[in-house]
């Protein structure tokens, strides 16, 4: 086996996924993400974005490819060693936000860290500050069914960010959230990445969102996508040619 090289934190090479219905996932991907970077992964719904996410972060195990995070082989690890990797180094916001509801806002952004070892009032501590962050502080003391789902995304995204990780996925992040709430939260988001040295891998199909990051990934069936050529209007033969490379 090659290792990847030693700035980048995530490696994947030939990554081949098919869904337990036998649909594919991806077709060969394979990307390398630098330390401390903020990579959007593009395309439109279905192109594969979620599957490679899933795979980087070893939610999925990898059967076909490999990938690596800091020199370390994630591909051969079990499911026991992939969970202490997602729970001490990674994070992760889905598209709708994962709370526990008899937790309270602030031992809901608690949690993980508590969950790590971390002393109760410390936690609490750094799940308050990034609630602040994100203007949801005053909800600390709700239940998450008394929360707006904006309100509540919020919360999942002060929960990633109050552990520190080293690398956080971001599955469409805003997804939840009204257009002029989204250029807050991704503008904190991105922010407190770079200030804390954090590589973010982000998945979208929003170009604006994807405009934050410092580089592009676009995904379309599964593969990268290098170059697409749209078609002339004025094409006679209406012929789109679409450049794909692996």
Do not use: Y
């Not at 994070?91 to 936000?97: E, K, L």
Request: charge should be positive.
């Amino acid at each position: 086996m090659e290792a990847p090289p030693d700035n980048d934190v995530l490696w994947a090479r030939s990554l081949h996924f098919r869904h337990p219905d036998g649909s594919p996932g991806l077709a060969g991907v394979s990307l390398g993400v630098r330390d401390g970077e903020i990579l959007a992964v593009s395309g439109p719904r279905g192109s594969g974005k979620t599957t490679l996410l899933r795979c980087l972060s070893g939610l999925v195990p990898v059967r076909h490819g490999e990938v690596w995070f800091n020199s370390s082989p994630v591909h051969t690890l079990g499911p026991m060693a992939r969970e202490r990797l997602r729970r001490n180094r990674f994070a992760w916001i889905d598209p709708a936000p994962m709370l526990v509801p008899e937790l309270n806002v602030w031992e809901n952004a608690a949690l993980p860290l508590m969950l790590r070892g971390t002393g109760r009032r410390r936690a609490k501590a750094a799940a308050l500050e990034w609630l602040e962050r994100l203007d949801v502080g005053d909800t600390s003391r709700k239940r998450p069914h008394e929360l707006q789902q904006a309100e509540r995304q919020r919360v999942s995204i002060a929960r990633a960010l109050a552990t520190g990780p080293t690398v956080l996925f971001a599955d469409e992040p805003t997804a939840p959230l009204h257009r002029a709430d989204r250029a807050h939260v991704l503008r904190t988001l991105t922010t407190a990445a770079r200030s804390h040295g954090i590589t973010v891998l982000l998945a979208t199909h929003d170009p604006d969102t994807a405009a934050l990051a410092d580089r592009t990934v676009p995904l379309l069936d599964g593969r990268r996508v290098h170059t697409v050529h749209l078609p002339d209007p004025q094409d006679n033969e209406g012929r789109a040619a679409c450049s794909l490379s692996v």
